[in-house]
């Protein structure tokens, strides 16, 4: 079946930090992978999507690359903000029912 | 336009009552789903809709759950007698077309509390 590892949180960040983080993924099929981002008291909303293997997807500064070789969607960002606490969740989708299997989600913290 | 609403925003009811929550997808959006968000168990698929085909019921945890879809719009996902281990938070969701690589659009959940 379908599943998606991702990082033990909670992560804390001061602001202008660099962000990383990892997602792995295991599939029967090929892959749509998403991060999907839900900020305090507001509903999941996607943040970037890769659709095919070596494709980026970027957003609000945020981006994740496809890799098929490591089964990765680590997501990046080169400074982050106040504004990026949040809750982050990685997730795949695969052409059965096209369902999203989703990871546990990380919470991130940046403090002034 | 308009996305994804749901309907009550927060339910709380008394083990062993019904509940009937309701979703509204994006119009046009031919697929609809249902997740459950608790502590306990993260995200998990529910039931997916699209277009005029059979659901996908494979991820209903039990025969106390069901959902229909009317129309091809408005979609309801009834709970039967309700068991606390039902606390969660109920995610709607649309698509345009139910592909893998669609983005899913989700509404701001129904919360409920199984006293």
């Known amino acids: 079946g379908n599943s998606v590892t991702q990082m033990e949180g909670p992560v804390t960040l001061s602001e202008e930090a660099f962000l990383t983080i990892n997602c792995t993924y295991t599939?029967?099929?090929?892959?749509?992978l998403f991060w999907y981002v839900q900020y305090p008291g507001e509903g999941l909303q996607l943040l970037l999507k890769?659709?095919?293997?070596?494709d980026k997807g970027s957003n609000k500064g945020f981006e994740a690359t496809y890799r098929k070789e490591t089964t990765s969607f680590h997501l990046e960002k080169g400074s982050v903000q106040v504004s990026d606490s949040a809750v982050y969740f990685c997730?795949?989708?695969?052409?059965?029912?096209?369902?999203?299997?989703f990871g546990k989600g990380i919470t991130l913290s940046v403090r002034p | 336009g308009a996305g994804v609403s749901q309907s009550p925003s927060n339910k709380v009811t008394e083990k062993g009552k019904d509940v009937e929550l309701r979703c509204d997808p994006i119009?046009?959006?031919?697929?609809l789903y249902w997740y459950r968000q608790s502590l306990g168990q993260g995200l998990e698929f529910l039931i997916y809709?699209?277009?005029?085909?059979?659901?996908?019921k494979s991820g209903l945890p039990s025969d106390r759950f069901s959902a229909e879809r009317t129309g091809g719009s408005v979609s309801t996902l009834t709970i039967q007698r309700t068991q606390q281990e039902d606390s969660a938070v109920y995610l709607c969701?649309?698509?345009?077309?139910?592909?893998?690589?669609?983005?899913?659009?989700f509404g701001p959940g129904t919360r409920l509390t199984v006293l």
């Open positions: 809709f699209q277009g005029n085909s059979a659901p996908d």
């Open positions: 969701a649309s698509s345009l077309a139910g592909q893998y690589t669609d983005t899913q659009y």
């Open positions: 997730a795949l989708s695969t052409g059965a029912n096209s369902k999203l299997t």
């Open positions: 119009s046009g959006h031919t697929a």
């Open positions: 890769a659709t095919k293997a070596d």
């Open positions: 599939a029967t099929g090929y892959p749509s």
